[in-house]
């Protein structure tokens, strides 16, 4: 498959168009990515800084993560924050969900504030669970306090 990518953007880059449309694309599954950074959610995801004491990465079925974290990473001042990206893939939404839920709840990492009590929140809220948000959903729902009880603090 990679391959064909190549393929495609190497022809595109040569002024080629590409030898399919939309209508030849087929959605195939669900995939839910999480961003596991060194921020603390509670003030703003204010970068933190510091050395990962622990970090212990999830696995399974369905679950890939891309990271360059370990235990003892020192997490710079000057650049972004990223420990990991979490990406849990299923049939359907509904069990990708789930898988992401167990990956995250098996994702440890210490020593540093990281984003893992956020993530899990916002799996849990109701309007995730019925697929109720958009891309402006985390600051008009939990930071503009118009639910107190999905508040970070």
């Not at 972004?80 to 994702?107: H, W």
């Not at 799996?123 to 107190?148: A, C, G, M, S």
């Amino acid at each position: 498959m990679s391959e064909l990518v190549v393929s495609e953007q190497l022809q595109v880059a040569g002024g080629e168009p590409l030898s399919f449309t939309q209508a030849d694309i087929r959605p195939r599954g669900h995939a839910i990515e999480c961003r596991i950074n060194a921020e603390d959610a509670a003030e703003n995801f204010r970068p933190r800084p510091d050395m990962s004491t622990a970090f212990s990465p999830p696995g399974g079925i369905g679950v890939r993560v891309d990271t360059h974290c370990y235990s003892g990473y020192v997490v710079p001042p000057h650049y972004d924050s990223l420990l990991a990206k979490l990406v849990a893939t299923a049939p359907d939404r509904d069990p990708a969900v789930r898988r992401m839920r167990r990956a995250r709840g098996e994702s440890v990492v210490a020593g540093v504030p990281a984003t893992i009590p956020f993530l899990f929140q916002v799996l849990n809220t109701p309007d995730y669970i019925r697929n109720q948000i958009h891309t402006r959903w985390i600051e008009e729902t939990l930071f503009v306090q118009k639910r107190p009880e999905l508040s970070l603090h």
